[in-house]
């Protein structure tokens, strides 16, 4: 609502709801908890090992939100705006289910692999007959996650001249406050064990897979060995145990809650030299109090069985508290009517994501029984960090722009920015566990860990690089036709007392080389554009002591298409194709003897979009 030029107020409001019925199904070899017959460092190897068929159901329903606030008022040489946001995600998912059929620990496999791919070869298939693979878990789950945010700010500027040049001052705040609760409850049965296999036996459900059938999914590219239960077999007979069994997804212990609040303020001036230089120079100051609760739960296998999950009764509140202050300061001068230099200071931060600052920590313990004596043979501690400090950066960045025309700009730019606290995801393995404070493990006692995953602070590193970047709209002939690209060039590093002696670190999740290019077409009823985005290889985790098992996400290079069509002033349609190339996001260890051995491949294949966007 706007009834004169000095006053206006707007608000908006979103609803959203996603029902999702999830079917998954999976094969997975317990490579990790089998010794390995021959050495992994040729691309290939061999183990004896034990396949676990695993379907999981998972009906959901996710809602959204969300609601946006916003006035402005000017009386004469004062503006004064304010404004509210609020939003809540509410997920869903209740009485999902899982079953599980699991061979005995018998099966003798190859597995030959590169950087990308792993290809499964089943060396004795007999081990794997339906009647062999038994169904061993009924796993119930009962699942919500709230996320809601709601925040307010006021900002007033006054405007004026100094010496003839006009000025200005701005002050403001913001209060913001965001809280996540996670529930999630579950309870799982081996009903095939001396307890639950005679109800189940009297209820003429299956002991295994024989009768249930299986199937090779149409549209998968696995190679190898990868047939699957049939689902439409297996749900029912998962409904049926749960029944027979009275599962009910109980239990807090995967429970864990944050809360995070933020009070923000802010003094800006800004002067203009005449027309040609201005400078832009404040300070904000944040307070943050950030609080985690969660537990510690402790997954038990043994001997192929789930045993009853142990850990903590009581969740354990963990909270932080701090105040930071941000300078910044900008100048920007028109050297000549074509170009335009930049120079610029700022200190900002980034806050570590909810999930690496969770309160939670998983055990999983593996154990075998030999010889009457119960030993464990793998015990690893994966978890968020609760006291993760925020990344701190001082930012230095210089940039010129070429403006020859009003259809063209060329911009080159440097930037460098001095690091404090950069996050650092890291495996702790082996004896180096004591690194993060912890004692390795002991297989007769059971106590100590093999393994550490987690998230921590560094003490410093670094970034800096070039970004180029060029923009065209033709005229002429080619009238409607444009380019558009950029080049990012970049160097970084980060160093921790606690991983390899304080060794330099590439920068997580940060590539070398980003680069985006755009082609297209657009006239007021039409836009056609096909992208291209190039991003270099990331490091994803770090390894307490060998680069070779280093964690790296591969480069990328997609392309999208995007078609826009204006029928009318209130219609347009619209069709997307995403990743048209079909490229697959893989991530990979380094390996031993140049070997990449992989760690994830995601391939989502092509996504097409249609659609139509109708205001009124």
Do not use: C
């Not at 009906?59 to 939003?87: H, I, K, M, Q």
């Not at 059938?213 to 590219?221: A, D, I, K, L, W």
């Not at 010129?400 to 495996?427: E, Q």
């Not at 491949?601 to 996504?607: E, I, L, M």
């Amino acid at each position: 609502y706007r009834p004169d030029e000095d006053n206006r107020w707007s608000l908006a409001v979103i609803g959203a709801q996603l029902k999702d019925a999830d079917t998954r199904i999976q094969n997975e070899w317990e490579v990790g908890q089998t010794p390995t017959i021959s050495a992994v460092t040729t691309g290939s190897a061999r183990y004896t090992t034990r396949l676990e068929q695993q379907l999981f159901f998972q009906d959901s329903t996710d809602r959204v939100w969300a609601g946006n606030f916003y006035g402005e008022n000017r009386f004469g040489a004062l503006t004064f705006s304010y404004g509210a946001d609020y939003s809540k995600n509410e997920f869903t998912l209740p009485d999902a289910l899982r079953g599980r059929f699991a061979s005995g620990n018998n099966v003798p496999i190859q597995v030959d692999f590169d950087e990308d791919d792993a290809i499964v070869t089943v060396l004795d298939v007999a081990r794997l007959s339906p009647s062999l693979l038994a169904y061993n878990q009924a796993l119930i789950i009962d699942e919500s996650r709230t996320d809601e945010i709601w925040s307010a700010f006021g900002n007033l500027e006054a405007r004026f001249e100094v010496g003839g040049n006009e000025a200005s001052i701005k002050l403001g705040g913001k209060y913001r406050d965001r809280t996540k609760v996670i529930r999630r409850g579950e309870l799982s049965q081996n009903p095939t064990n001396s307890t639950n296999r005679p109800a189940i036996v009297a209820a003429g459900l299956p002991i295994n897979l024989a009768g249930l059938g299986v199937e090779r999914p149409s549209n998968t590219n696995f190679p190898g060995f990868f047939l699957f239960p049939n689902p439409d077999a297996v749900r029912p007979v998962l409904e049926r145990t749960a029944d027979v069994l009275n599962l009910a997804a109980t239990g807090t212990r995967r429970d864990f809650d944050f809360g995070e609040q933020t009070l923000a303020g802010y003094v800006q001036g800004r002067i203009d030299f005449g027309d040609r230089v201005t400078v832009i120079g404040g300070v904000r100051v944040e307070q943050t109090e950030y609080a985690a609760s969660g537990l510690v739960v402790e997954l038990i296998e043994r001997d192929g069985v789930d045993l009853p999950p142990l850990g903590q009764a009581a969740p354990t509140t963990f909270t932080t508290k701090r105040t930071d202050w941000f300078p910044s300061i900008h100048l920007r001068a028109d050297l000549t009517d074509q170009l335009v230099g930049r120079l610029s200071y700022s200190r900002g931060q980034v806050r570590p994501t909810f999930d690496d600052a969770k309160n939670f920590q998983t055990i999983e313990t593996t154990q075998v029984t030999t010889g009457g004596q119960v030993r464990t043979i793998e015990r690893t501690l994966d978890g968020g960090n609760p006291l993760l400090e925020p990344l701190i950066a001082d930012q230095f960045d210089a940039t010129l722009g070429w403006y020859p025309s009003r259809f063209t700009s060329i911009t080159a730019a440097a930037f460098y920015k001095a690091l404090d606290n950069p996050f650092i995801s890291t495996s702790f393995t082996g004896a180096d566990v004591a690194l993060a404070g912890l004692q390795p493990l002991d297989p007769v006692t059971g106590t100590g860990f093999s393994e550490a995953d987690t998230v921590g602070n560094g003490g410093s590193g670094k970034l800096y690089g070039v970004e180029l970047g060029i923009n065209q709209f033709f005229r002429g002939v080619l009238d409607g036709f444009f380019v558009s690209g950029n080049l990012t060039l970049i160097e970084g590093e980060a160093r921790s007392e606690f991983v390899r002696d304080n060794a330099r670190l590439r920068l997580e999740d940060q590539a070398s080389v980003i680069g985006n290019l755009s082609v297209g077409y657009e006239d007021d009823r039409v836009t056609a554009r096909v992208s291209g985005t190039y991003v270099g290889d990331r490091l994803e985790s770090v390894d307490s002591s060998s680069e070779e098992l280093d964690t790296i996400r591969a480069s990328l290079l997609t392309v999208d298409v995007n078609f826009r069509f204006n029928m009318t002033d209130a219609v347009q349609l619209y069709a997307d194709v995403t990743n048209l190339t079909n490229e697959k996001d893989y991530r990979y260890t380094r390996g031993i003897n140049g070997f990449g051995i992989v760690d994830r491949t995601s391939d989502y294949g092509r996504t097409f979009q249609l659609g139509a966007i109708v205001q009124f």
